[in-house]
């Protein structure tokens, strides 16, 4: 069996005793873990953060913690030269306990708590994206009471359609994020927060929505975030030293979808505010970007096992797995497509058919894969993997039907160790009071 290369972490191979990634099996992974399972290539991690570090040389970049995180991501991304954008008190106790640094870490959110404001200036969070002026007076308040001005961005909605699922763009206009441009609500946040006394405005940001396949989006978006960098020079007379594009670059999830790599784009993004910032008179800024999806989608695959196999004649055969919507919502929430194939030996294995691989869970609506193709004597027991599944699969894990969530497993070199354990039936009810 071959693997589409693009779709699978990079040190994925298929062979007569099945797929192998970091030189483990996928079956040991399976015997020693148990299934479902995310199998998470640690080498193809590492390195897509090392592309990404050095396509933005001399720029920032975070990863977006939302996709995947973890204490031993956390200290990889260090290691490898990232930052690390948390939105939740969670994701920063993450960071926190990983070694972090607060200088390398971005805090963003629609409707941060003052708890949470509280805990990222007192850990020295390099920068606060502010998302509304309520946020506005507390920030600062929060600041003035540890004698600090804290760093901030404004985020702008810069009426830019990101041509992605209406659930995951967010750069249009009407919409919970950050302040508008085409309203004027984000030149009234500027002039606010030039004039809180705890508060240091030192850029803007902008984040279009995720998975982005169209990289021409950036363009209008760099072009009118530009702008209003020069019209707060000329109004104010403050020169924004960073500019913020955020994430959303995307993956590939089907054979004939092919992003643009990181590698290919980042001249191109960094070259177009370059030449726009010289057309309207204002100096180069420090950019940032927020890659999530782009660094750990690719670099994951969940694991199952077959459990049930339901042949109607003259209608679908149906796969059943012991995992699907509580280990990945996609499906459901953005009518995601995925790819399987079989995770054990294949030799010999006779022609495929086409089936759906759906999940355990009481809802229709629980597919993992609608039309796979898959061998004809796929049996009970077997073992299936589905790639791309590194973002937001963990990050959304629930316990629908009281199922416990899967552990993630890092390959690498041979060796495969925990990076979060599995839940047990007993962690699922450890909240319930009697």
């Known amino acids: 069996m071959q693997l589409p290369h693009h779709l699978w972490p990079a040190t994925s191979v298929s062979g007569a005793h099945g797929v192998r ?6 079956s040991d992974i399976a015997e020693e873990f148990g299934t479902p399972a995310f199998v998470l290539d640690e080498e193809d991690f590492r390195s897509r953060c090392r592309t990404w570090r050095d396509a933005f040389a001399g720029h920032d970049v975070f990863y977006a913690g939302k996709a995947f995180l973890c204490h031993q991501v956390a200290q990889w991304l260090t290691e490898e030269g990232l930052g690390l954008d948390v939105c939740s008190a969670g994701e920063l106790r993450i960071a926190r306990r990983a070694g972090v640094p607060g200088s390398s870490l971005i805090f963003h959110g629609n409707n941060k708590s003052t708890d949470e404001l ?27 009471s540890h004698a600090v001005r804290q760093q901030v961005l404004i985020r702008v909605t810069p009426g830019v359609e990101a041509r992605t699922h209406a659930s995951i763009t967010t750069g249009t206009d009407d919409q919970k994020f950050g302040f508008s441009l085409s309203t004027g609500s984000a030149h009234s946040a500027i ?3 030039l004039n809180e006394p705890g508060l240091e405005l030192v850029g803007l940001h902008s984040h279009l929505g995720s998975q982005i396949l ?3 989006v950036f363009e209008p978006a760099i072009d009118r975030l530009v702008e209003l960098m020069a019209d707060t020079a000329r109004t104010h007379g403050t020169v924004l030293p960073r500019l913020d594009l955020g ?30 910032c010289g057309a309207v008179g204002v100096p180069m800024p420090r950019l940032a970007v927020e890659p ?20 109607q004649p003259g209608l679908r055969t149906w796969v059943s797995v012991d995992g699907g919507l509580s280990d990945n919502m996609r499906p459901a929430l953005y009518d995601a497509s ?7 030996p294949t030799t010999g294995r ?42 937001y699969h963990r990050s959304m894990a629930n316990n629908y039907n009281c199922q416990p969530r899967p552990p993630v497993v890092a390959v690498r070199k041979g060796t495969a160790r925990l990076l979060v354990r599995a839940e047990t039936i007993d962690d699922v009810l450890r909240l319930d009071v009697e």
């Open 292 to 311: 999530g999806r782009a660094i750990a989608g690719p670099t994951t695959v969940t694991l199952y096992t077959v459990g049930t196999i339901k042949r």
């Open 118 to 144: 509280a805990e990222a200036v007192a850990y020295g969070v390099s920068l606060v994206v502010l998302d509304s002026e309520d946020e506005m007076s507390r920030l600062s308040a929060v600041a003035r």
């Open 21 to 26: 990634i970091g030189d483990v099996l996928l």
């Open 350 to 391: 006779p022609a495929l058919e086409t089936v759906t691989v759906c999940g355990r869970h009481c809802e229709s609506g629980d597919i993992v894969v609608d039309s796979a193709r898959l061998p004809a004597d796929l049996a009970v027991g077997d073992l299936l993997a589905v790639p791309a599944s590194g973002a």
């Open 338 to 344: 995925y790819t399987v194939a079989p995770a054990g």
């Open 191 to 193: 002039s606010r927060v």
């Open 214 to 216: 169209c990289p021409d």
């Open 247 to 276: 994430g959303g670059l995307g993956i590939a999830y089907l054979p004939d979808e092919h992003p643009l790599d990181v590698r290919d784009l980042a001249p191109v993004l960094i070259d177009r505010v370059r030449k726009t």
